[in-house]
C-alpha cells in the first residue's frame, strides 16, 4: 500500500446550496453537493490533499487530457444508515481498481490512505446531501486526469485527482430493450477494457446510439473477436439466469470488474444459489430464449444496481423476457443488496464502512 499520511486540509463553502435544492427530484449526474476534493501529483510527488468547495476549474486548451484521454475515473455511493450516519460500500475494492485502470493509463499509483480518508471526510461533510427514502443515495465520482499542458503523446508529468458527489436517487426505472452487437466492439485482448479510461466510453457512443435509433437503451456487448461470446451490457457487467443458474462471464481482460458483479456473485454464494462464473456464448442464450429457459437477465452497476432486462434482440429477431414480478431470484439478489447498503439487515460480509 502507497501511503503519504498527508492530513486534508479544509475549506469550507460560506453558505451551503443544500437550501435551493431539491433533493427529491434530483436528476442522476446533474446536480452536485457542496465540496470536493484536490489532490494534484507534481515534480513525482502527491501535494497537499484538499477539500474546497465545488467550482469550476481553469484549463488550458493545450491539457494533454483534452487531447489523448489520459484519464481513470471510479463510481461509488454512500447511503444514509438506519441509525443516521452514512456508510460507504466496498470503497476498498474502487480504490484498488482506480490504481489497476492508472497502471493501465501510465498514471501515478494514489495513496490508498488519503484516497479513503478523502472519500470519508467529503461524505461526513455533505452527507446532508444523501437524499432520503429508498432509493436516495450520494453518488461519488473520483477522476484522475493528465494535466500537462502539452502538445504530444507521451505520459503526462502532473495530474489531478478530484472526488466530488451527487445525490441520486433511482436510476433506470424501467426496464431495458437491449440488442446483441455482433458488429462493433467495446474492447479486445490487450486493449483497455478492463480499464475504467475515459475513451472507452467514448468509442462505446457511436454503437449505442445506432443501437437507440432502433429503439433499443443498450447493447449487448460481445467479444471484439468472434462476437460469439457475452461481455458486458452498457456500462454494466451482465447476469443471466437459464434454469435455476445465474451465470455472468468471466473477466479475462476485457470485461470490466465490477464491484456491484462481485456483490452478487458473492451474495448468491452465501445464499446457495448456483452461480457459474465462465463464458458464455451468445448461441446459449438465445436457445434458451427460444425454449423459455432463460428467467432473467440483468445489468449490474453502481449506478442502476440491478436493471433489468425486458427483451433482447438477436440477428434482427426480438425475444421477450419473464415480466419482472416473476423474476423472484434476481428481486431477491437485488434487495438484499440494497438491504445490506442501508443496514436494514446484517451486513454478513463486512462492506459497509462508516465515514465517522
Ligand atoms: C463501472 C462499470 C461497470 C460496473 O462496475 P460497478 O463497480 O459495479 O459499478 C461495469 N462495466 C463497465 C464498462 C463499467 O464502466
Known amino acids: 500500500m502507497i501511503s503519504t499520511g498527508q492530513k486534508i486540509a479544509i475549506t469550507r463553502v460560506e453558505r451551503s446550496r443544500l437550501k435551493e435544492t431539491d433533493l427529491d427530484n434530483v436528476v442522476f449526474g446533474r446536480v452536485f453537493s457542496d465540496h470536493m476534493f484536490v489532490m494534484d501529483y507534481q515534480n513525482g510527488q502527491w501535494q497537499q490533499p484538499t477539500i474546497v468547495p465545488y467550482a469550476k476549474m481553469q484549463m488550458s486548451p493545450a491539457s494533454l487530457v483534452l487531447h489523448y484521454c489520459q484519464t481513470i475515473f471510479e463510481g461509488l455511493k454512500a447511503y444514509r444508515t438506519s441509525t443516521g450516519g452514512a456508510a460507504l460500500f466496498r470503497p476498498q475494492m474502487n480504490i484498488e481498481r482506480m490504481n489497476r485502470s492508472a497502471e493501465r493509463m501510465c498514471m501515478p499509483q494514489i495513496p490508498e490512505d488519503v484516497f479513503m480518508d478523502g472519500l470519508k471526510a467529503l461524505v461526513e461533510l455533505d452527507s446532508d446531501w444523501i437524499p432520503g427514502g429508498d432509493e436516495g443515495a450520494l453518488y461519488i465520482r473520483p477522476l484522475l486526469y493528465a494535466s500537462d499542458e502539452y502538445i504530444g503523446v507521451r505520459p503526462s508529468e502532473g495530474y489531478r485527482l478530484l472526488i466530488f458527489t451527487c445525490p441520486v436517487r433511482g436510476y433506470y426505472k424501467e426496464e431495458v430493450r437491449v440488442k446483441i452487437e455482433t458488429e462493433y466492439s467495446r474492447a479486445f485482448p490487450g486493449g483497455t477494457g478492463e480499464a475504467k479510461c475515459g475513451g472507452n466510453y ?65 451474495i448468491a454464494e452465501h445464499e446457495k444459489i448456483p452461480c457459474e462464473v465462465r463464458r458464455v456464448s451468445v448461441r446459449e442464450v438465445v436457445d434458451a430464449l427460444k425454449e423459455g429457459r432463460l428467467k432473467a437477465a440483468f445489468g449490474a452497476g453502481t449506478a442502476a444496481t440491478i436493471a433489468h432486462i425486458r427483451s433482447i434482440a438477436y440477428e434482427g429477431v426480438n425475444y421477450d423476457l419473464p415480466p419482472v414480478d416473476q423474476r423472484n431470484l434476481s428481486n431477491r439478489i437485488g434487495k438484499m443488496l440494497d438491504e445490506i447498503r442501508r443496514g436494514r439487515i446484517a451486513d454478513p460480509f463486512g462492506w459497509m464502512v462508516p465515514v465517522k
Open 202 to 266: 467514448a468509442a462505446s457512443l457511436y454503437p449505442a446510439k445506432l443501437a437507440a435509433d432502433e429503439g433499443y437503451h443498450q447493447l449487448l456487448w460481445t467479444d471484439g473477436e468472434t462476437h460469439q461470446y457475452f461481455e458486458e451490457s452498457g456500462t454494466m457487467n451482465v447476469f443471466f439466469r437459464i434454469d435455476d443458474t445465474l451465470i455472468t462471464p468471466e473477466t479475462s481482460g476485457t470485461i470490466l470488474h465490477g464491484v456491484t458483479r462481485d456483490s452478487i456473485i458473492r
